[in-house]
């Protein structure tokens, strides 16, 4: 995301298909249920808050955003 002011004009909405493509699949993946689980095996002794609920919002609308930074 951060290198993609070196995208030339003419490729402009590959890369925002693409960065919108992995952004869905970076956030849905359960990235705090993932970590939680690695620090309750490195940590059995400790006990950690449980996670905050998740939002009803549905992360493939982010597909058809007409804008997606701001």
């Given amino acids: 995301v951060h ?3 070196w995208t030339h ?3 402009v909405d590959t890369m925002n ?3 919108r493509e992995k952004f869905v699949e970076l ?3 359960p990235l705090l249920e993932n970590l939680l689980e690695e620090f ?3 940590f059995p002794d400790l006990k950690f ?3 905050p609920e998740r939002g009803d919002f ?3 609308e982010v597909l058809d ?3 997606f930074f701001n």
């Fill in 65 to 67: 955003s007409r804008y």
């Fill in 17 to 19: 298909r693409i960065l």
């Fill in 9 to 11: 004009a003419c490729d």
């Fill in 27 to 29: 956030y849905d993946t």
């Fill in 3 to 5: 290198d993609s002011y």
């Fill in 58 to 60: 549905d992360l493939k």
């Fill in 40 to 42: 309750q095996k490195s």
């Fill in 49 to 51: 808050p449980p996670l």
